[in-house]
């Protein structure tokens, strides 16, 4: 059953186009894989502020990570470019990056939803398509 509605709940949209490659698993992989070509847009899934962008985190090579409230982020890995800096605020649908392959085998979005620090999946908070 999707999680129970609260007054910090997102609506959430899909950040890129492309089809799930990987989906969430709790030990292997902490969101889901889209996959796409190099320099496709990848858009904020909800309105929030820029907390990171940057290339620090090992694992993820160009990341974003928003923060929609005080309970969801969402983090946006392996991108070519971004187009957003910290402190910034993005709207939902925004393009806030172009896909990439930096620290990864393929040239994919690896999408993560964060609730209260834990990962959860992604899926069960994206509209179907």
Do not use: C
Request: no cysteine; hydrophobic share 40%.
């Amino acid at each position: 059953p999707p999680p129970s509605a609260g007054e910090d709940d997102v609506a959430f949209m899909w950040p890129a186009a492309g089809s799930v490659v990987a989906g969430f698993d709790d030990a292997k992989n902490k969101g889901l894989d889209i996959a796409g070509k190099a320099g496709e847009p990848v858009l904020a899934a909800a309105d929030g502020k820029v907390v990171y962008a940057g290339a620090g985190l090992r694992g993820y090579g160009n990341l974003i990570i928003l923060k929609h409230n005080n309970t969801f982020l969402t983090a946006y890995a392996h991108n070519q470019t971004l187009l957003v800096k910290e402190d910034q605020s993005v709207k939902k649908g925004q393009k806030i990056a172009e896909m990439g392959n930096t620290d990864a085998d393929r040239v994919k979005l690896h999408f993560e939803i964060r609730r209260s620090g834990k990962p959860v999946d992604p899926s069960r908070y994206l509209p179907g398509r």
